[in-house]
């Protein structure tokens, strides 16, 4: 795989009628990224940030993202809907050397835009551009409480391999954080 800034890779129809088209990231989109993160941190997304971002951090992120997918360490697609960021998944390289087949995976997508197809097709093919930089296993966390997440990630074949009980906390909550795999 040669990662080419803003490439379209796919063009599907959302359960809504809507035209998706998923891309790898280009420079940019830092500013509808910024929106797009800061919209799920004030909706209260189950996601692992909870601060809002601020343009220097996006900026040094997308930075990061493009430098990462250039060397084959990341595959980042986003998906975008009338040209709107709507969701996001990325998988990223162990950095250990022993564990360079191993790839982290991190999904969302705005509300509005869930339960129509977005999420799944950006698994899949996410995944799939994955192999292509050498990854066979994928792993993941999740809130225990996040059951469409973990409905979507059995049907594509994840599998639990731990859980942390009060691993997560939010809010003053504690919620068991789910860690599951699945080999491609």
């Not at 909706?43 to 992120?61: D, G, H, L, N, P």
């Amino acid at each position: 795989m040669r990662f080419q800034p803003g490439k379209i890779i796919e063009v599907f129809t959302a359960k809504n009628g809507e035209k998706v088209y998923l891309r790898y990231p280009k420079w940019e989109d830092w500013k509808q990224l910024l929106r797009f993160i800061n919209s799920l941190i004030e909706e209260k997304a189950k996601i692992s940030k909870i601060k809002r971002v601020r343009k220097k951090e996006e900026i040094e992120y997308i930075k990061k993202v493009l430098e990462e997918c250039e060397k084959g360490e990341r595959v980042q697609i986003l998906a975008e809907v009338n040209k709107k960021i709507v969701g996001s998944c990325e998988i990223k390289k162990s950095k250990s050397e022993v564990n360079q087949h191993i790839g982290n995976l991190g999904v969302s997508v705005l509300k509005g835009y869930r339960g129509i197809g977005i999420g799944k097709k950006l698994l899949q093919t996410c995944m799939e551009k994955a192999k292509e930089i050498g990854i066979e296993i994928v792993t993941l966390d999740v809130y225990a409480d996040n059951e469409r997440a973990i409905k979507i990630y059995k049907k594509l074949g994840f599998k639990e391999f731990g859980r942390l009980k009060r691993g997560i906390k939010r809010e003053g909550k504690y919620i068991d954080n789910i860690q599951m795999y699945k080999e491609l």
